[in-house]
């Protein structure tokens, strides 16, 4: 998270921000969390193992900055920002078991799976799916139970079939996990879709959620979930780019995996620098998309900026 | 699904109750579920492969004869009972993984991750789990978002931590999978722990369910969650005899495997002889439950008795 901001353009601190916002949904995770004594025990270590591994708690963050621009408050948005954090680390922690990534690390700390076992894994993350919902049912999420019930329906369409788990599944797809090893290989809409499911969704859906909390008009809506969309693509292009360019040591997990992988990225499709072109017009029509929330939306102005800049 | 009923207080054809709700619940089931064709393909087969293997479709019966009782139509009780069928075939998915239970049949046919590849199994589970949520968070659910969300959050907490997951993990430790294969030797109260959780929960939470969609007041909530607990703890030791004492052709999988795998169960800790007259009397409770419910809760009363009776 060292990484530096250069906009001319920068009102505010967003690092202060993102600090901020890191530390609020950390206090209110643990919050909602049962204590690690709470029985079983080992299921409960490994769910907060994972969800406290010192993830940059962006989809948090967006829910956050989202609700700000509707006008609506932080600690009301919280509940939702935590939700959305448990879907993205259960969605890590099963990502990396042996038989889907085989990852070992994850930001430089055992995964779930080999720092406990492969069944703690799967129900550590089947645990934090359902806890997600848990919150989210609350009457303490939003007094309204209608816009409860959005938010949900919402979460479960980002992380679910036509979403996250979808998105997953195409991956594998791609990497030629199935049909006897045959890679499938995906053109440049083929990639964008693969990717706008797998992380694109839930990154569109926090974008998103604070106008669902606010009750913001159909027009702001619309702009959030532009707005969403784009940062999502931003979010991946980096990512991929990072994998490319970075190190190991920075990334916390092992760069260049992608391409050994023969991932489908965008990178790949396109060569360094036209995707990296294209990160910078997103990050303008990022902000174009934010027009009808005026000084209001200036974090989220400044997240897309973070997102297609930062360095790990 | 051969089990005669020889109740001679039956006042009606339960078995016919069961066959209409199955028919019923699996038409819903096909119309809420995304088509095969949906991509990608193979989790959107794999998860209907394993939702449409033959179960008894025991938990959307309890929800549908639940309502029932509470003078609900079944027609709106169909998406809740989906949803925990859902949710049942997700936890089944989940537990034949070769990092759990690692079964290769189940209903006599390849388990999910048999048929396909444990990648796919883990993700068809996600995407089942998620997308119960999906289902119970729509409009069409029930006209009160409250009701809907009341619903939403008793199922997370049935299936969740507390209950199924959380139950699941107390059978592994129990197994003997976890501290460098030390069985955990559990007593009756510790079994009965483990059983209310890993199959009771979802049990009772179906039993409920009823109660909750047709907005019972408490004293038939209070009496359909002691009924639902009870029927949980029948459909337990039921389970555990037939293990004991069943043939694997007829469970459609391995007979006498608990005993191999020492598992916890009230069958191995209180003995055959006492545990069938456990069953009787629970039978019993299960009636005397109901009584608030006069000749409405007649379903219910025959499906505890099925549910101690069944021979598969």
New interface residues.
């Given amino acids: 998270m060292a990484a530096k901001l250069k906009s001319s353009k920068r009102t505010f601190d967003l690092q202060e921000f993102l600090e901020r916002s890191t530390a609020s949904v950390n206090a209110a995770l643990d919050r909602f969390l049962?204590t690690e004594k709470?029985?079983?025990a080992?299921?409960?270590k490994a769910m907060r193992y994972s969800l406290f591994a010192g993830g940059k708690r962006m989809r948090p963050a967006l829910v956050l900055a989202s609700a700000q621009a509707c006008g609506g408050r932080d600690a009301d948005a919280l509940p939702m920002a935590c939700a959305v954090e448990c879907i993205h680390t259960?969605s890590l922690v099963?990502d990396d078991?042996p038989?889907?990534d085989n990852d070992d690390l994850r930001r430089g700390q055992p995964t779930a799976h080999k720092k406990y076992?492969?069944?703690?894994a799967?129900?550590a993350?089947?645990?934090l799916?359902?806890?997600a919902?848990?919150i989210?049912?609350?009457?303490d999420t939003h007094p309204?139970?209608?816009v409860?019930?959005?938010l949900?329906?919402a979460?479960?369409?980002g992380?679910?079939?036509g979403g996250m788990?979808?998105g997953?599944?195409?991956d594998?797809?791609a990497e030629g996990?199935?049909d006897n090893g045959k890679r499938q290989s995906l053109d440049e809409q083929g990639v964008a879709t693969l990717q706008a499911m797998k992380t694109g969704a839930l990154l569109r859906f926090g974008s998103f959620a604070g106008g669902i909390l606010a009750r913001a008009d159909a027009g702001k809506r619309a702009a959030l979930d532009r707005y969403g969309d784009i940062v999502g693509k931003a979010f991946q292009i980096a990512d991929d780019l990072l994998d490319v360019e970075g190190d190991t040591a920075t990334l916390g997990k092992a760069a260049g995996k992608d391409a050994e992988a023969g991932k489908a990225t965008l990178v790949a499709v396109l060569g360094i620098d036209k995707a990296k072109a294209r990160l910078k017009s997103l990050v303008d029509e990022a902000e174009a998309a934010l027009k009808p929330f005026g000084a209001k939306a200036a974090v989220l102005a400044e997240a897309a900026r973070f997102v297609a800049e930062r360095k790990a």
């Fill in positions: 049962p709470t029985k079983p080992t299921i409960h259960y099963h078991l038989a889907m076992d492969e069944a703690t799967i129900l993350g089947d645990g799916l359902t806890f919902f848990d989210l049912a609350r009457d309204d139970p209608a409860r019930g959005e949900i329906l979460l479960a369409r992380a679910g079939l788990v979808g997953q599944m195409l594998l797809a996990r199935f």
